[in-house]
């Protein structure tokens, strides 16, 4: 159910629909009232999740307010906490994160890309002058709060990346005009001399990134299919059930073929985002394995858009107001959501598979 986040207007609904649910503790539902959870037990908890995941609202619950919460519980001062935590999960604040390239290492440590961040922070008093543009995730027209990662200068090392939890309303903040794919697009921030508190800071210098990639760990007993899971079992039993020639699509040893690659992929997704969940409930210790994770997911996302225009044909690049669309649009839709979710100056699928040793299909096949 992809729909919810297909469409370039839909940001707003979603924020509005984000704290009706978080009215009900439904955004949280384990954790305590105090908290703004609903206080679930366990078994109730995965209902709720799953319930969730069947209407494709599943990333209200995993979207950036909540992972803002988590890194808060783990990393914010007592003052941040009692000022931000309940109001995040009540959906009374909407978050958008700062979208910059980060990769695992094999020692276990996950390295920042300084060029995607485009920020940097002057420290200045009790504060930083922050200046540069970055591009950033979320729900809503606009956000309460850019979640926002920059680079501090040293005399003595290399620029130290700093998580600075920003006012959208502070002077000197300039939004782009919306050109968004989808909800789940990228959009462009400018700062201009944008006076940020040393105690809007969470975490310390130098951990900016580690801070911005936390994600929201969901109650392990719910065992939920992602996006990337559900569209490619959506194209599996479209290409079974679509003949072309008198034939499934699935017969053409081809198309079988790119289908099962993508298969492989969305199911390896599976099993590294698993992965990062049992090594968060283990340790906490989880930034090289969600890494990892994510960038699969792209990656195998990336794959199964090409998949659907191979296997569909030109059919799956019309949209769901063309009588002539697959399956009521739902492949143009994907390709949309996949190109929104595409790292910032990530043009080539081969670029993000090569990063990860996940091998591309050769085109034409």
């Not at 954790?31 to 206080?39: I, M, R």
């Not at 939890?165 to 989808?182: K, V």
Request: hydrophobic share 40%; net charge negative; charged share 25%.
């Amino acid at each position: 159910m992809a729909a919810p986040f297909a469409s370039s207007d839909s940001g707003s609904s979603l924020a509005e629909l984000s704290k009706r649910m978080g009215e009900t503790g439904w955004l949280a539902p384990s954790e305590s009232v105090e908290n703004g959870g609903a206080a679930l037990s366990p078994d109730l908890t995965v209902v709720v999740l799953e319930e969730l995941n069947k209407r494709g609202l599943l990333a209200l619950v995993q979207g950036e307010a909540q992972a803002l919460k988590t890194a808060l519980l783990g990393r914010g001062t007592e003052a941040q906490r009692m000022r931000l935590v309940r109001s995040l999960s009540r959906g009374e604040r909407t978050v958008w994160r700062h979208d910059v390239s980060v990769s695992p290492r094999s020692d276990g440590s996950v390295v920042l890309d300084a060029d995607s961040v485009g920020l940097s922070a002057t420290p200045d008093a009790d504060g930083y002058i922050v200046n540069g543009s970055g591009m950033f995730r979320g729900l809503g027209g606009a956000p309460d709060i850019l979640w926002t990662v920059a680079l501090v200068e040293s005399d003595d090392t290399d620029p130290l990346p700093v998580c600075l939890l920003i006012d959208a309303s502070s002077e000197g903040i300039t939004f782009a005009p919306s050109r968004m794919l989808s909800s789940m697009a990228a959009r462009s921030v400018r700062f201009d001399d944008v006076w940020v508190l040393r105690a809007d800071a969470l975490g310390p210098e130098g951990d900016g990134h580690r801070v911005l990639s936390t994600q929201v760990s969901l109650d392990p007993n719910a065992d939920l299919p992602g996006w990337v899971e559900t569209e490619t079992d959506a194209l599996l039993d479209y290409a079974r059930a679509t003949e072309s020639g008198g034939k499934p699509l699935s017969a053409d040893p081809i198309r079988a073929r790119i289908l099962v690659e993508a298969y492989i992929a969305s199911r390896v997704s599976r099993l590294l985002r698993m992965r990062a969940s049992w090594e968060r409930n283990q340790d906490g210790e989880t930034e090289q394995a969600d890494a990892l994770a994510s960038l699969w997911r792209r990656a195998a996302g990336s794959e199964l858009s090409d998949t659907a225009r191979q296997v569909v044909g030109l059919r799956a690049l019309l949209s769901s107001d063309d009588p002539q669309a697959a399956d009521a649009g739902r492949f143009e839709r994907l390709s949309r959501r996949e190109l929104a979710e595409r790292e910032v100056g990530d043009t080539e699928r081969e670029v993000l598979a090569a990063e990860i040793g996940m091998g591309g299909k050769e085109q034409g096949e």
